[in-house]
């Protein structure tokens, strides 16, 4: 089994930036395409980022291409979201998520195992 817990979450203005973390245990990070998802207030659960096991492939949504940075160390079973020039819009949940090595070369990206969550909060 695999679990996955997020940090780093808060509360930033407008313009500010903050780093996710995301720690793999169980099994190790480099079996896993690594991903984020955020779900806002009343809407449904969103892709944000996601990652190949070696770190060579990445994906973004069109909302974050530019300001957000996915990256991983598999030798720390890490996983990272750096967040830059933060908006509002961009207050969510933000969950970190594990799916087959596959997963990322997929029209969507299918998650094995998710985090908790954590806050951010954007204001303005």
């Known amino acids: 089994q695999v679990q996955l817990v997020e940090s780093g979450g808060g509360l930033v203005q407008a313009g500010g930036s903050l780093r996710l973390s995301c720690a793999i245990s169980?099994?190790?990070?480099?079996?896993?395409?690594m991903g984020w998802f955020r779900q806002a207030p009343g809407k449904e659960r969103e892709f944000v980022a996601a990652?190949?096991?070696?770190?060579?492939?990445?994906k973004y949504t069109d909302s974050v291409k530019g300001r957000f940075t996915i990256s991983r160390d598999n030798a720390k079973n890490l996983v990272y979201l750096q967040m830059n020039s933060l908006k509002p819009e961009d207050t969510a949940v933000y969950y970190c998520?594990?799916?087959?090595?596959?997963?990322?070369?997929?029209?969507?990206?299918?998650?094995?195992?998710w985090g908790q969550g954590t806050q951010v909060t954007v204001s303005s």
């Open positions: 998520a594990a799916g087959p090595s596959s997963a990322i070369y997929n029209i969507r990206f299918t998650a094995q195992y």
């Open positions: 990652m190949s096991v070696g770190g060579a492939t990445t």
């Open positions: 169980g099994r190790a990070a480099s079996l896993y395409s």
